[in-house]
């Protein structure tokens, strides 16, 4: 089976909208899709992406414009700027960490964490939910047909911890600056617009 990894942060609006799409290429192409939750504030400096927070006001309202149009095209709700999203420095430094590290979790169980991962993102960005709150987590995940308390349990175990290490150690070394990053045999494919070519890739490769 094919191999495809997916880097990103729990808190990405791209991941969010890239989403349905990306569900519909692994199914179609029989991929073995592994989430790989990375963490974000610490990998990104290294590689020379730039987080939305520190990037120059021009910048930050083409990125809101762009959220607006790939909402419209794609027809999925989102709120460009959601009520738990931190405008400024953040009170928790690990609040986009969270969701991750259940997402994780649910891999190692062993379970398909695509549905969490998206519901996760969907609270975030279109529902406006608070997904560093573990009751939130918790809720999300029982709706979605997990055991929430079950996962949000073994978020911070040293198991889940060792893997968003190695994922962000991994991010570093394949040169992913930014979120999502897919990875179809070494080649690299930055961004929710970009899994156009990864599906011609599969294509190809299939073929």
Known sequence: ????????????????????????????????LTLKPYDFQAVVPQ???????????????????????????????LVPEPAHYPKGK???????????????????????????SHALLRALWAEERDTSDAEVRIAVAD???YDGAALQALEQGAETQAVYRANSAEAVEKGVFGSPTYILD?????????LAFLDRALDRRRS
């Open 47 to 77: 590689t020379g992406g730039i987080p939305l927070k520190t990037r120059p006001q021009a910048r930050r309202s083409y990125h809101a414009l762009e959220l607006v149009r790939w909402r419209e095209y794609l027809g999925m709700p």
């Open 143 to 145: 709706e979605n047909g």
């Open 90 to 116: 953040p009170a928790d430094p690990d609040w986009n960490k969270y969701p991750g590290w259940m997402v994780i979790a649910a891999q190692l169980q062993g379970l398909d964490a695509q549905p969490l």
């Open 186 to 194: 070494g080649e690299r494919f930055w961004g929710q617009d970009r």
């Open 1 to 32: 089976m094919i191999a495809l990894d997916c880097y990103y942060s729990l808190s990405s609006p791209w991941a969010y909208l890239g989403g349905p799409q990306l569900q519909d290429i692994v199914r179609r192409h029989h991929v073995r």
